[in-house]
C-alpha cells in the first residue's frame, strides 16, 4: 500500500498506530506463552512425557498409544484446560470489579466471593447440608456456587441502595470475608477429623477434581460473557474516568455497573465453586493486564482473560514441577511465587493509575 | 443560529431543591456566555440539569439543534486511569461506537489537541500529568465530537494564568467558528468581562440577572453575588475591569 505524503496521518495518530501494533503482538505474545504452558502442564505428572509426544496425542489422538492417550485425554487435559478457563474467568471477573467499583483491591476474593464460596463447601463436607437438595455427588460445588452468589447478589442489591458509593460496596465485601471466614472457623471447630482435613483441602484451592464437564462449564459461561464486556468496551474504560464524566459522556452508569456485577457474579462463583479459593489471580491477572496493555478495554479484557489464564496454567506447572510426584495446592503456589513478581512488576513500571 | 433557552427549570437531590424557576432569554451561539454565582448558588445542578443527569421541574428548548449535540464537562479534573491523553480523547469520540478507527476520526484527535496545545502530551498517561494539563485534557475530550451545546464547569480553575487566557481564546474561536452556544461557569470576573458577551448570574438556584455582560457586571450585581464591594473601571486602553476594594459591609 502507497500512501502520498498528503495523506500520511500525522505523527500523533502514527504513534497511536504503532502503540496498537505494540499491544497487539504483547497479547500475541500471551496467547503463544499460554499454549506452551498448557503443553508442558499436560507433560508435566506422575508419568514424564517428552512435550513433543503430547502436542502428538493432542493433534492425533487415534496415532497415540492408549495408556497415553488415556493419560493425556482423560486426566491431565482436563485439569489443564481447567486451569486455563479458571484462571481467565477469575482474572476478567476481577478485572471488571475493578473498573466498576474503581478500586485497585476489588477481586471475587477481597469482597467475600472465595470466602462465601468456602463457607458453602464446608456446609456439605462438614454438617453434610446440601442447599439444593438433589444432586448430591455435586452437593459441596452447588454449596459454594449458591454462597458465592448470594454474597454476589447482597453486594449487588446493596449498590442499587440509592446513596450507595464504590466505597461502601468494597468495605462491605471485606465485611463479608471476615464474617464468612469466622463462620468457617466455626464449622472447622466442630467438624470430625475426616471432614476437617476436606475442607482444608478444599480452601488451599486444586485443580484434580477437574473433569471435561467443569472445563465446558466454565468455557461456556466465558464464551458468553466475553461478548457482552467487549460491546460494552469504550463505556467501561469510560467509567474509569469517574461516573459523573462518564455519564456526561452517555453511559448509562448504574445501569452499566448493575448488568457487569451480575456477569462478573456468574464468572467468580462458577470457577470458585469447582476449584476452591485460589485468591491471587483475580487481583494481578487484571494488574499485569493494567501494567502492559492500559485500560482500553478493548486489549485490557482480553489481556486480562490472558494474563490470568497464563498465571494459573504456569502455576500448575509449578505446582507439579517443585516436588517430583506431588502436586502441591495450587492456591498455594500462585501466592507464594506470584507475589514477588507481582511486587516487581508493580515497583518497576511506577505507572501510578490508581 | 444555535439557541438554548431555559423555562423555569427546577432541580435538586432527594428532596432538596437546589435550583427554582431558572428562566432565561435564549442564549445565543457564536460567543462564550458565563455563568457566575458564588460557590453553592447552583452553577453544577443547572448544568446536569441542563444535560438531562438530573430531572426537574421546567423545560429546556434547544434552538435548531438536537439534544445529542450538547456536552457537558464536569468540573471535577481527578481523571486517573492507565490511558494516555490520546485514547482519553478517543474514547469521548467513539461512545457508542464500534472498536476501529478510521484516519478522519484520528485527525479529529489530532486536531484538537492541537487546537488546546495537547500535542506534545498525547503519548503521556493521564496519571503523569498536572492538575491544569488534565483539567485541558477535559476540555479537549468535551470538544473532539464538534457539539453544538457545550456546558463547561470552571474550565479554567486549575490553569495558569497564561493557559487561561490561551483557553479561553481557543474558546471563543471554537465558538465563533461552529456557531456553538458555550456556557461556562467562571469564577474570574475579569477573564468574564475580557472574552464573555453574556452573562448569567445565578444565585441561591435562581437567576438574578441574564444580558450583555458589562449590563449585569455591575458593582452593585458583583456585591449581591459574592458579598464584595468593588468598582468597574476603564482601564487606561479603555477596557472594563473589576478593582476590588474589600468585603463588603452588611447593609
Known amino acids: ?354 | 443560529m444555535v439557541t438554548l433557552a431555559l423555562d423555569q427549570i427546577g432541580a435538586g437531590y432527594g428532596r432538596q431543591m437546589i435550583l427554582r424557576g431558572v428562566t432565561t432569554p435564549p442564549i445565543e451561539g457564536g460567543a462564550l456566555t458565563a455563568l457566575v454565582g458564588a460557590n453553592a448558588a447552583g452553577k453544577s445542578t443547572l448544568f446536569r440539569r441542563i444535560a438531562g443527569q438530573l430531572k426537574g421541574p421546567g423545560t429546556v428548548h434547544f434552538g435548531g439543534i438536537d439534544r445529542t449535540e450538547l456536552r457537558y464537562m464536569p468540573q471535577d479534573t481527578a481523571m486517573s486511569a492507565a490511558l494516555t491523553v490520546f485514547e482519553t480523547i478517543i474514547l469521548a469520540l467513539k461512545q457508542g461506537g464500534g472498536w476501529r478507527l478510521s484516519a478522519a476520526e484520528l485527525a479529529q484527535v489530532e486536531g484538537v489537541l492541537a487546537r488546546f496545545d495537547l500535542s506534545h502530551l498525547a503519548d503521556r498517561q493521564l496519571p503523569e500529568l498536572s492538575g491544569g494539563q488534565r483539567q485541558a485534557v477535559s476540555i479537549a475530550q468535551t470538544l473532539v465530537t464538534r457539539p453544538r451545546i457545550v456546558l463547561m464547569d470552571e474550565p479554567t480553575s486549575a490553569l495558569d494564568l497564561y493557559r487561561q487566557v490561551e483557553v479561553l481564546n481557543a474558546l471563543a474561536t471554537y465558538a465563533e467558528e461552529t456557531g456553538a452556544v458555550m456556557l461556562l461557569a467562571l469564577h474570574d470576573i475579569n477573564q468574564v468581562m475580557r472574552s464573555c458577551r453574556s452573562v448569567i448570574a445565578l444565585a441561591g438556584g435562581q437567576v438574578l440577572a441574564t444580558g450583555p455582560t458589562l449590563d449585569v457586571l455591575g458593582p452593585e450585581m458583583i456585591r449581591s453575588l459574592y458579598g464584595i464591594s468593588c468598582r468597574v473601571e476603564r482601564c487606561s486602553r479603555g477596557c472594563p475591569m473589576m478593582i476590588v476594594d474589600g468585603v463588603a459591609q452588611p447593609t
Do not use: C
Not at chain 1, 442489591?157 to 471485606?174: D, F, K, M, Q
Open chain 1, 1 to 354: 500500500m502507497t500512501l502520498s505524503p498528503t495523506a500520511l496521518p500525522p505523527t500523533n495518530a502514527r504513534a497511536y498506530r504503532a502503540l496498537i501494533a505494540r499491544r497487539l503482538a504483547i497479547l500475541a505474545g500471551f496467547a503463544a506463552l499460554l499454549l506452551l504452558s498448557v503443553a508442558v502442564d499436560i507433560s508435566l505428572g506422575p508419568a514424564r512425557y517428552p512435550v513433543a509426544d503430547v502436542v502428538r496425542t493432542i493433534l492425533s489422538p487415534g496415532a497415540a498409544d492408549m495408556q497415553m492417550r488415556v493419560v493425556v485425554w482423560d486426566i491431565r487435559m482436563p485439569m489443564a484446560l481447567l486451569a486455563v478457563t479458571v484462571g481467565a474467568s477469575l482474572s476478567m471477573a476481577g478485572a471488571q470489579m475493578q473498573t466498576i467499583l474503581a478500586n485497585p483491591l476489588a477481586s471475587p476474593f477481597t469482597l467475600g466471593l472465595s470466602a462465601a464460596a468456602s463457607f458453602g463447601a464446608a456446609l456439605a463436607m462438614v454438617l453434610g447440608v446440601a442447599l439444593f437438595p438433589g444432586a448430591l455427588t455435586l452437593m459441596v460445588p452447588i454449596n459454594a456456587f449458591a454462597m458465592a452468589m448470594a454474597a454476589a447478589l447482597l453486594i449487588f442489591g446493596l449498590s442499587t441502595l440509592r446513596g450507595v458509593t464504590v466505597e461502601t460496596i468494597v468495605l462491605l465485601g471485606i465485611a463479608l470475608v471476615f464474617t464468612f471466614n469466622a463462620a468457617l472457623a466455626l464449622l472447622q471447630y466442630f467438624a470430625s477429623e475426616q471432614a476437617l482435613s476436606a475442607v482444608v483441602f478444599w480452601t488451599m484451592g486444586s485443580l484434580t477434581k477437574a473433569t471435561w464437564g467443569k472445563v465446558a462449564v466454565t468455557a461456556a459461561i466465558l464464551v458468553v460473557t466475553l461478548p457482552l464486556f467487549a460491546r460494552r468496551a469504550w463505556a467501561l474504560t469510560a467509567i474509569r474516568l469517574g461516573e459523573v464524566r462518564a455519564a456526561a459522556m452517555g453511559v448509562p452508569v448504574r445501569r452499566l455497573r448493575l448488568e457487569a456485577l451480575v456477569l462478573v457474579s456468574v464468572l467468580a462463583a462458577v470457577p470458585v465453586s469447582f476449584v476452591g479459593t485460589i485468591g491471587f489471580i483475580g487481583i494481578v491477572g487484571p494488574h499485569v493486564a493494567r501494567l502492559l496493555l492500559g485500560e482500553d478495554q478493548r486489549f485490557f479484557l482480553p489481556g486480562a482473560l490472558l494474563a490470568g489464564a497464563l498465571i494459573l496454567s504456569a502455576t500448575s506447572v509449578l505446582s507439579k514441577a517443585l516436588l517430583p510426584g506431588a502436586v502441591l495446592p495450587i492456591g498455594i503456589i500462585t501466592a507464594l511465587v506470584g507475589v514477588p513478581f507481582f511486587m516487581a512488576l508493580i515497583l518497576t513500571k511506577g505507572r501510578k493509575a490508581w
